[in-house]
């Protein structure tokens, strides 16, 4: 892509109203531009990240067999008011109606919908268990919409439902997910520790949040360093194995958010020098709620004895939207944004140091075609800014590598290639590049 | 992905609402389910489809350089109100409050939100020609929501965006969109037939409609039946050479709805062996507005001569939903439906004949492994149902490639590899079987 007609135009300043660092540099990177107070557009670089970040989360939740559906933005009232929370919702959901009156919430969330659908698809415990999850906006009135995309009125959103004959089989359910969950956040570059949580208007008993870590967060929170390096399974990991070892080694170890924090405890089992106080942003919030919803709503299936059970559920969520703010309250520097690769809206910049040289220009124009042409996502820095721009504007944006093109380098057959994580910099031939991000 | 579990159960009969052949499949086969009048969740076999469609859209899109966003489905009034069309769309839009009592519409269609990002981003002729889109729901009250996911009140679409200095320019990009939808439509084994249209509530004064024959649509069509054999580009066009010709070729030969139908042209221009009165179901549609939007919302950009002028706009808009609804429509026999290969929910489909036999469940199995592992998308009917009803299953699904494992072919060590496009069989090794399907 060209920088000269991508939309969407880096800002020297942001907003005044930009309160967390974070939020500044969204702006100020042209990741998403406000429409109205916590609806925003995202502009071609944030959409990109946005992808990465959904594709990420389809992966893992395809690898544990959950099935990809869509419901509806816009949901009928009768719904929701079989389990009453189209009046204990009203508070935080847009209202509309039909010409014909009939009235609708846009989905604050989704668990009586897909309860509808689960009682008319599954009649059998042979049909089970089920897995369904699907991404969609979600409207939420929040009263102060705040952080930027991380507490929107309207957001992208992974919700995940499981359908079970009991609550054994319900909290395998559960633990795949948890699981699918710490490999999703780890695959971002993210750290994001599970931690035991209130289940708020969800409901149920059994509720983890997983939270990134970041100074800006908006919730306060308790660990034991220890939790900061276990290890993530890999992508070899059986999903019909015991998982409970691996969920006992994440929950033994103590970490909280303020909400539930217990200060006793938290003195009593962590010793003083890897007591962690700090903040966090949660990402993820997973929820077993057993019949809740199904008794309320009549989703009964026969079971092996042809007695007819209610189902039991569990529902799942990931904020896509919340999680590219996420990334960039934790990942950046002074300068801007620094993208972990797996997210990066392209994973190189070319800068051309000196815009309308034929030297600087061919040999730009050679790696711009030739990255392409090997399937290297690459963003060609060819306005007709001066050089100091070009190199505050590229790390600004964030992309994890960035080629130097400029007319010194060049007359000795070398271009400069600069990570943005650590800012390291070599000097290199144009095939030594491609090598390095083709490798 | 194993039948047994796969989410939404296949249907004997149709619900007596469904009126056309297709929504009536459409039910049948589970590929989505109505929560009310004209709003409708897609299941795992039709989002599967909806991807596949969406996808081919994005490729299409991205290949004439169009740029990804995302806008969101609540918009607020303001914007609406700055072309007047908060008050005219009133009709046949959603309109919500939030509690501090500000107005917003779920889109309806996104011209004035891109608008106010392009008077933000844009404002030098430098950044031009700049083309953006994004996939959102659109909401629109229609009074008889009918057809299935084809005139539904909610609606997956792609609506793109292109802004020009000049009409010279936006032209251009009017032909490269109308050239990619041509490519668009036929990848998904579709002839859709550019018509020339009225512009209705977008505006302006030319538009085409792009129009997929069959004789279940909602609008009548006539044209020369040359138009159904004209070549579509391939994937090697030049996208920056000049698009005249093509567009000439395929605009000179008779084609209109029957809003715009000249009778009297028709008959002095189509030899009366060539006439072709059917119908039609419209599954896109281009517009170039000129300036409407940009003059009253104040979209200016410096020319190369200093002077500002309001940009020249165009929209494009392609309804996934409604594709999905018009492949089936278009693409299905008594037995069911019969998805081109590019769209398709799997390849291939595996039928167990025996299911629980030693023999017969050891060799799907086998062959259920292995297409996984080479990457063939296949859908395993690992039921208790009889043969005949998995073979009425298979049918009516649709899925291009049956594969019937039966324990008298599996003593001679064949399989039954059958096509459902034409319903040619044939007797294949399983290694033969695997070949022919990873070829």
């Known amino acids: 892509m060209r920088q000269s007609t991508l939309f969407g135009r880096t800002l020297r300043e942001a907003p005044s109203d930009a309160t967390t660092p974070g939020t500044q540099l969204m702006l100020r990177a042209a990741i998403a531009r406000p429409l109205a107070a916590g609806l925003y557009t995202w502009l071609p670089l944030g959409f990109r990240v946005a992808r990465k970040v959904e594709q990420i989360i389809r992966d893992e939740q395809d690898r544990i067999g959950a099935q990809?559906?869509?419901?509806?933005?816009?949901?009928?009232?009768?719904?929701?008011?079989?389990?009453?929370?189209?009046?204990?919702?009203?508070?935080?959901?847009?209202?509309?109606?039909?010409?014909?009156?009939?009235?609708?919430?846009?989905?604050?969330?989704?668990?009586e919908l897909v309860m509808h659908h689960a009682r008319n698809e599954i009649n059998s415990y042979?049909?089970?268990p089920v897995m369904v999850y699907h991404f969609q906006e979600k409207g939420r009135d929040e009263q102060r919409p705040r952080f930027g995309v991380m507490r929107g009125r309207e957001f992208l959103m992974k919700d995940a439902y499981s359908f079970d004959i009991d609550?054994?089989?319900?909290?395998?359910?559960?633990?795949?997910?948890?699981?699918?969950?710490?490999?999703?956040?780890?695959?971002?570059?993210?750290?994001?520790?599970?931690?035991?949580a209130e289940t708020g208007p969800i409901g149920g008993d059994l509720s983890h949040e997983f939270i990134v870590l970041a100074e800006t967060g908006e919730s306060a929170v308790y660990c034991d360093s220890d939790v900061l390096n276990l290890p993530v399974p890999g992508e070899e990991i059986d999903y019909d194995a015991d998982l409970n070892p691996i969920i006992k080694q994440w929950t033994s170890v103590y970490a909280a958010t303020e909400d539930v924090h217990d200060a006793a405890r938290f003195d009593r089992e962590v010793p003083a020098d890897k007591k962690v106080h700090t903040r966090g942003i949660?990402?993820?919030?997973?929820?077993?709620?057993?019949?809740?919803?199904?008794?309320?709503?009549?989703?009964?299936?026969?079971?092996?004895?042809?007695?007819?059970?209610?189902?039991?559920?569990?529902?799942?969520?990931?904020?896509?939207?919340?999680?590219?703010?996420?990334?960039?309250?934790?990942?950046?520097d002074d300068a801007g944004i620094k993208w972990p690769e797996a997210v990066a809206p392209f994973k190189a910049a070319i800068l051309n140091l000196k815009q309308g040289a034929e030297d600087t220009d061919a040999a730009c124009e050679q790696l711009y075609r030739e990255l392409n042409a090997k399937g290297v996502e690459v963003l060609y820095d060819d306005t007709d800014q001066r050089a100091g721009a070009k190199f505050a504007a590229a790390d600004l944006i964030g992309i994890p590598w960035q080629i130097l093109v400029g007319p010194k380098g060049l007359a000795e057959g070398k271009l400069e290639l600069k990570r943005r994580s650590d800012g390291t910099r070599e000097n290199l031939s144009p095939a030594e590049v491609v090598a390095r991000l083709t490798s």
């Not at 990809?68 to 189209?86: L, M, N």
């Not at 009046?87 to 989905?107: A, K, N, Q």
């Open 68 to 111: 990809e559906i869509r419901i509806p933005v816009i949901t009928p009232a009768e719904y929701w008011k079989e389990t009453g929370r189209w009046d204990s919702l009203e508070p935080v959901t847009f209202r509309t109606r039909d010409h014909g009156g009939h009235e609708y919430m846009i989905g604050y969330t989704h668990e």
């Open 126 to 128: 042979r049909q089970l």
């Open 282 to 332: 949660e990402v993820g919030q997973i929820f077993y709620f057993g019949t809740k919803y199904s008794d309320s709503m009549k989703a009964m299936v026969a079971g092996a004895d042809g007695a007819e059970v209610a189902v039991h559920g569990g529902s799942y969520g990931v904020g896509v939207s919340r999680l590219v703010g996420a990334i960039i309250e934790a990942c950046h």
């Open 167 to 196: 609550e054994a089989a319900a909290r395998r359910s559960y633990n795949k997910m948890f699981v699918a969950y710490l490999r999703t956040f780890a695959r971002m570059g993210l750290k994001a520790i599970p931690m035991r």
